[in-house]
C-alpha cells in the first residue's frame, strides 16, 4: 500500500470524504490517505496528525515527495490537538485503531470540533463503546459498513452531528443500519463471532467459580443476540 494504492479498508474510508472536503486525518501513518486523495483533487486542504515522531516523519516524508507541502499540513500532536479553527476542518478520519481509543481521542478533543464536521471512523473492534460517543453526543449515524481485508473484519462507521439520537443496546453493540441491511460480510462477520463467544461460553463453563458471574452473563447475553440477529 502507498499513496497510489490504498488497501481496501482505506479506499472505503475515502469514498466517503466528500468532495472537495478539508480533511484532518488523525493517527495519519504515513499520510497514504490525505495525500491519495490531494492527489485525485477530492480533497482542497489536509491536516494529517501524528503522535509518534516515526510516522510522523514518514508522513512528512510522503507529502513532501508528492509536491503538496503547501496543501497538507502534517502535525506532531496527541490526537485532535493537531487541528485548529483556522483550519476549518470538513471531514475528519481516524482509522486503524480500537474502538475505545477512537472514542477517547473524540472525546478529550470535544473542545476542537466544530459539530460541522462529517466523522469517519474505522475502528479495529470495539464499536459499541464508539457507538454509544457517537449518540452521547449527539451524532447521528449516516452510513456504516463491514467488509473483510486479510482475514480481519473491519467496520466503518460515517457520522454527523443531528442533535438528539437514540438507539436500543442492541443497536449499540451490531449497528443500527447494519442491522436493516444484512450484508453478506456483516452476517458472515457476526457467524465467525457466534463461534468465537460459544467457545469462550464453553472455557469459562470449565473454569467454574473462576470466572465472574457478570462476564458470563455478559458474553452469555452476547451470544443471545447474535443468535437472534441470525435466526
Not at 171 to 192: C, D, H, N, S
Not at 199 to 221: M, Y
Amino acid at each position: 500500500m502507498n499513496e497510489h494504492t490504498l488497501s481496501l479498508r482505506l479506499e472505503r474510508v475515502a469514498a466517503h470524504v466528500p468532495a472537495g472536503a478539508r480533511l484532518a486525518d488523525i493517527g495519519s501513518d504515513h499520510g497514504y490517505l490525505p495525500v491519495a486523495l490531494m492527489r485525485r483533487g477530492a480533497i482542497t486542504a489536509a491536516v494529517a496528525g501524528e503522535l509518534a515522531a516515526t510516522p510522523f516523519h514518514s508522513a512528512q516524508r510522503t507529502v513532501r515527495d508528492n509536491g503538496l507541502e503547501t496543501r497538507i499540513s502534517v502535525r506532531l500532536a496527541n490526537g485532535l490537538a493537531a487541528i485548529e479553527a483556522a483550519d476549518e476542518i470538513s471531514a475528519l478520519t481516524i482509522c486503524g485503531m480500537g474502538g475505545e481509543t477512537i472514542r477517547d481521542i473524540l472525546d478529550s478533543g470535544k473542545a476542537r470540533l466544530s459539530g460541522q464536521e462529517r466523522l469517519i471512523l474505522q475502528p479495529n473492534g470495539g464499536e459499541q463503546p464508539l457507538r454509544q460517543w457517537l449518540m452521547d453526543n449527539g451524532y447521528s449515524i449516516l452510513s456504516e459498513e463491514v467488509l473483510r481485508e486479510n482475514r480481519f473484519d473491519y467496520e466503518i462507521l460515517v457520522a454527523e452531528r443531528a442533535g438528539p439520537v437514540s438507539y436500543s443496546p442492541e443497536q449499540l453493540y451490531f449497528g443500527p443500519l447494519q442491522m436493516q441491511a444484512r450484508t453478506p460480510a456483516f452476517l458472515l462477520k457476526w457467524q465467525r463471532l457466534l463461534r468465537h463467544k460459544q467457545q469462550t461460553l464453553a472455557h469459562f463453563t470449565q473454569a467454574g467459580a473462576a470466572v465472574p458471574a457478570e462476564k458470563v452473563q455478559d458474553i452469555t447475553r452476547q451470544v443471545r443476540w447474535i443468535n437472534q440477529l441470525l435466526a
